[in-house]
């Protein structure tokens, strides 16, 4: 093996590819299903909340985190940090999840000269390996089996809408987009996914008054199972099991949910960018999952989602649900960043925030 491998090409490896190219980046980041392309669209708005939060005196580690897990009994789940920062808020944050995985935590570094992935042991770096090879040997395999993405979860027309329209003109510069966007999801889906069996990653790490946080932005719509039924969000059983880790490990979670106002699975989150008429029906809410939250989650009736919610449209996910009303209002997209971000800072300090309530959501949804 020379360097890290990609599918790009039948197996071009990453060194010979031009990451300023855009055919090539988008031959890079449309080898997933397209609703993670499309999910990439809301990326800056979250990075837009974070640069505010930062203004307000947190701190905010540059790291990349991926975490997988390989089926069989009693395997251990491995952490995977890339860490840009260097520093004593993101090192803190590594040896916090030693605890959780003390002889799988891994920190990753990026070799700009070699364009590739390395990694070693926390606070050993004299160990130093190339990653993806490090795994392909660990399984014992010739070559990278990269999955195959079936195309009813790979929506080619949506990815290029995504790509060429509208993600490349939310970042300040190329070098941002490389960086933040593309490198990320080759760590994720090139040199980790082809290894393991599952594979989760944390959105932002803060660190507020000597506490870690994840804090995590998706985008979704409630559902209800009847018509006068309560509203709910669902949560995959994986990522509720690592909330509730990660809180033993003294990892707090912050999940936040900027609300569709179209629920229909179909809907391209495009609007956030032509539709500004119906940005005041966005609205952005959030709660604390805690690992008293997470295990009566856990005890619930598990739920199957259909395959396209998976990475390669050929299996169920798995998840959990979660009421509406446990979220706080934060604002909505019309809402100013800097009040956002106080409203966050107020939730991670524990202050009440008015509740979301069904009638609320209703209210804002456009598809009646």
């Known amino acids: 093996m020379h360097g890290t491998q990609t599918p790009v090409g039948n197996g071009t490896p990453l060194r010979q590819l031009n990451l300023n190219n855009k055919n090539t980046q988008f031959e890079l980041l449309s080898y997933d299903k397209h609703q993670t392309l499309e999910g990439l669209q809301i990326e800056p708005v979250a990075m837009t909340y974070i640069r505010h939060l930062e203004q307000l005196g947190l701190e905010v580690p540059d790291v990349t985190t991926v975490i997988a897990l390989q ?128 594979l989760w990653d944390l959105d932002r790490i803060v660190l507020y008054r000597k506490q870690y946080w994840e804090i995590e932005l998706k985008h979704k719509y409630p559902f209800r199972r009847g018509e006068n039924a309560p509203l709910k969000f669902g949560i995959n059983v994986g990522q509720a099991k690592l909330v509730r880790d990660l809180g033993q490990a003294s990892v707090r979670t912050l999940h936040l949910i900027l609300v569709k106002p179209d629920w ?57 649900e979660i009421p509406a009303t446990d979220f706080h209002i934060l604002g909505s997209y019309q809402t100013p960043p800097a009040v956002v971000a106080e409203n966050i800072k107020f939730l991670l300090n524990g202050a009440p925030l008015e509740k979301v309530t069904d009638e609320l959501l209703e209210s804002c949804r456009i598809n009646k």
């Open 71 to 198: 089926r069989g009994y009693n395997n251990a789940r491995c952490f995977f940090v890339w860490d840009r920062s260097k520093n004593g808020a993101s090192e803190g944050y590594i040896r916090t999840l030693q605890h959780l995985a003390p002889n799988t935590t891994y920190t990753v570094t990026f070799d700009e000269e070699e364009s590739d992935f390395y990694c070693h042991k926390p606070g050993q770096p004299e160990t130093t390996f190339q990653l993806q090879d490090y795994l392909r040997r660990k399984r014992n395999l010739v070559t990278i089996p990269f999955p195959g993405i079936r195309q009813n979860v790979r929506d080619t027309e949506r990815q290029m809408a995504v790509f060429w329209g509208r993600l490349h003109g939310a970042f300040a510069t190329g070098e941002n987009f490389r960086n933040e966007v593309l490198l990320n999801r080759v760590m994720k889906n090139f040199v980790v996914q082809p290894f393991f069996s599952w």
């Open 264 to 320: 229909n699975k179909h809907s391209d989150p495009g609007y956030l960018f032509n539709r500004r008429d119906i940005s005041d029906k966005v609205m952005l809410i959030g709660t604390e999952l805690t690992t008293a939250k997470a295990d009566e989650l856990l005890n619930q009736k598990v739920r199957e989602s259909d395959e396209t919610t998976s990475f390669t449209g050929t299996n169920k996910n798995r998840f959990l």
